[in-house]
Every structure is written in structure tokens, then in C-alpha cells.
């Protein structure tokens, strides 16, 4: 009988989600009788090993009998097991150096690799992801960033709450001043920052109002593809071209910067896409930019003052604006950064119980049966060998 296989996250620092909660592997299981689910037994996993058992499912020290394996993050070298297949977010589609011995790794033991990132419906919106908790965290923490600076306003932590009902109760009785947020983005990230823009009551403004007017309240702007990029020949915006020549396209955010207390930005980036600032931006000092949620977390990509990667534990650091030196955070004459990789960590229940319905709703069904174009183009790698969408890594994959 085939084996659907959880493994134990082993990237440090670790991270405690997981592709399918207990009773999804319940709801699996009876839905597909023919398929078992096998669980590697974990002490840092948010659902307790007792929780599987509990629906029925069988938790295991070794997990190599399974078929099919699902993670979340990178899995670490030592603990790929030949021949499989695995689905996780393996962070090599951009050709990023630092994953790129795990990439080879993966080639020489015979994996097939299918990446979560790129499981797309046919226009190549995301079918998979955390973005939506990402999001959700990364504005809460963006928000709670600027009242550490300005001392206006207190909010906690986001991991200390049991879950996001929880998160949602504290907002009671939140009064913030009147700041102007920009949101950037059209996918789910975007959407959690909405979600919290909703729960925090800043109302939306248009892009022309929120630059020429003053408020009494706090707003927000929502800022997506055509707001933001224009054809240097043209003025005009093709979501199409752009993704495909964005070489072609200005970023006229700059725009926005005087008039922006709070960057979250939820923008899609990839090397060719214009940043949306530059340094030289901020040194004409003509903004009002405090505090940035780098919820899409390039390090040096759309924000070109996310220096690399915070942590959950202590998730803000400063920026001196004339030296680009990373200080304390909440410092005078420097901008706060917020930048995360693993947001979704501070609900990871919420954020698993998301994900799982997904992967069930769109990807599962046919991942156990005859496949179809979305998994066999999410597919980089196939018994170690690239595949035919993604011959653009050839010289990535080159030992």
C-alpha cells in the first residue's frame, strides 16, 4: 500500500508547521482508503505526535517507507532519502546560491522534487502557500514596530496567543494615530495584510487622495501592479510584459514615500524587477518613511534596505539611512525594518490548517493519481534530472 509521508522539519532554526493537521489525515485516509499516512515523529511540530494518534494515524521513528514526502522548509542534506519524492518549499527556483549544494544533493541521490512555489493555476497565480498568515503576522508586527518607535501605542507579540481568534480579540479598544500606510501586492499576502488593515479599522483611500490629502484617522493605500510600475516608452502598464520584460518598466512608488509612514510590502519580486525605492530616495529626506514590513523578504530586492533576515524571536532591526549600517531598532534618524522568512510560524496551527486545505482542495487528488499539467510543471526535478520547464537552471544545476 502506498505511503503518504509528514517528515519532521530539520532546518535550523526549526520550523514547527506541517503540510496536513491530524484530522486532514483523518479526512485523507478515508477518502482514499487505498493510501496510508505515515507521520515522523517530532517534538517541535505545533500538532503533538498524541494529536495523530488520536485521529488513528500511525507516527513513526523512520520514515523511509513512504512513498511520497511532505515538508515545509529546505530539507537538510544528510536527511534527504534517495529516490523519493518530495514536495516543500525548496527556495532554488530564483537560482539562490545558498540552496544550491541541497539542489545538487537532490540530483545526485535521484529525487523527484516538486516545489510548492510552483504550483500555479494556468494565469500563474500561486495555488499553494502561507502567504495569507505571512501576511496576517508580518502587518500585525509592522503596526506593533511603529508604536515601539513612536511610543504611541503598545501591541504583543503575535506568538504569544494561542491562535488567530485569539489575535483578533486583543485589537479591542486599539486606537491608532493617524498614520498612512502603503500595502503592496495582489496575492495572499497582500490579502492577510488586508485582512488586518479590516480588523484594525485604517480605512482605504484611492492612490491620488492618499498623496494630496491630510486625514484625521488612520488609512491606507493598496497599491498592485499598474499603481506602481509604468513602460518607459510607453507610461502605460501590461501585467503580461511586464513579467516578462520587467527590464522595460520604471517603479514610480517613490511617489508615495513622503507621504508613507508604514511600508508593508507584499509585492512579488524576483532579480529585474525595479525596486521600489532607492537609497538615493531616501537620502533627498523628503519622506516620511519610519517603518517598513518586508513581508515579501528579499534581502536587497524590492526594499532595497532589508539587509537579510530577522528572526521571530527579535524581528526588527534598524537601518541608518546615510551609513546603510543595521543598528538597534526604534532609533532616531533610522528607518525599522520587519523582515521574516518564517511569519507564519507565530500561528502555525492557523497557518497548517490553511495550507493543508489547500494542498487537499488542489493538489493531492492528482498528486496520487495520474497527475496533470500543474504538478508536472511544478516538477523540477525528476529522478534527479531537470525537467523540461526548468532548463533555465542548467547552469545552476552544474556541479
Not at 493543508?356 to 523540477?380: R, S
Request: glycine share 8%.
Amino acid at each position: 500500500m502506498p505511503i503518504l509521508g509528514l517528515i519532521k522539519e530539520g532546518k535550523v532554526p526549526s520550523d514547527n508547521r506541517v503540510a496536513l493537521t491530524p484530522k486532514q489525515c483523518k479526512w485523507f485516509i478515508e477518502q482514499f482508503p487505498n493510501w496510508e499516512i505515515h507521520v515522523e515523529s517530532s517534538a517541535t511540530r505545533c500538532f503533538q505526535d498524541k494529536e495523530y494518534q488520536r485521529e488513528g494515524i500511525k507516527v513513526v521513528e523512520d520514515i523511509s517507507n513512504a512513498t511520497i514526502l511532505l515538508g515545509i522548509k529546505e530539507v537538510p542534506i544528510a536527511q534527504i532519502i534517495p529516490g523519493k519524492t518530495y514536495l516543500f518549499f525548496s527556495h532554488t527556483k530564483k537560482q539562490q546560491p545558498y540552496n544550491q549544494p541541497l539542489f545538487h544533493a537532490m540530483m545526485d541521490k535521484g529525487i523527484s522534487l516538486i516545489d510548492y512555489e510552483c504550483l500555479e493555476h494556468e494565469d500563474g497565480q500561486r495555488l499553494i502557500g502561507f502567504g495569507f498568515f505571512a501576511g496576517i503576522v508580518g502587518a500585525h508586527n509592522g503596526i506593533m514596530a511603529y508604536g515601539n518607535k513612536t511610543r504611541q501605542f503598545q501591541l504583543g507579540r503575535v506568538k504569544e496567543v494561542k491562535d488567530y481568534m485569539e489575535l483578533v480579540h486583543t485589537y479591542f479598544g486599539l486606537k491608532l494615530p493617524n498614520i498612512k500606510i502603503a500595502v503592496t501586492g495582489s496575492g495572499r499576502v497582500a490579502h492577510g495584510i488586508l485582512e488586518i488593515m479590516n480588523l484594525m479599522d485604517v480605512q482605504q483611500v484611492e492612490p491620488d487622495e492618499y498623496n494630496s490629502r491630510a486625514y484625521a484617522y488612520p488609512v491606507y493605500v493598496h497599491l498592485k501592479g499598474r499603481d506602481l510600475y509604468v513602460h518607459k516608452e510607453t507610461g502605460l502598464y501590461d501585467r503580461m510584459d511586464f513579467h516578462h520584460h520587467p527590464e522595460n518598466y520604471n517603479c514610480v512608488f517613490n511617489q508615495f514615500l513622503k507621504h508613507t509612514n508604514i511600508l508593508m510590502n507584499g509585492i512579488y519580486w524576483e532579480k529585474g524587477i525595479p525596486p521600489l525605492f532607492t537609497v538615493e530616495d531616501l537620502k533627498e529626506d523628503d519622506y516620511a518613511l519610519t517603518t517598513v514590513a518586508d513581508i515579501t523578504d528579499d534581502a536587497h530586492g524590492s526594499v532595497p534596505i532589508n539587509l537579510g533576515d530577522a528572526t521571530i524571536e527579535d524581528p526588527v532591526y534598524g537601518v541608518e539611512i546615510n551609513s546603510l549600517q543595521k543598528t538597534a531598532p526604534y532609533l532616531p534618524n533610522c528607518i525599522d525594518i520587519m523582515a521574516v522568512g518564517n511569519l507564519p510560524n507565530e500561528l502555525p496551527r492557523d497557518a497548517s490548517r490553511f495550507f493543508g486545505e489547500q494542498l487537499i482542495k488542489y493538489v493531492l487528488p492528482d498528486l496520487i493519481g495520474a497527475g496533470n499539467d500543474i504538478i508536472k510543471k511544478a516538477t523540477m526535478l525528476d529522478k534527479g534530472k531537470l525537467t523540461e520547464h526548468y532548463q533555465h537552471l542548467t547552469s545552476y544545476a552544474k556541479h
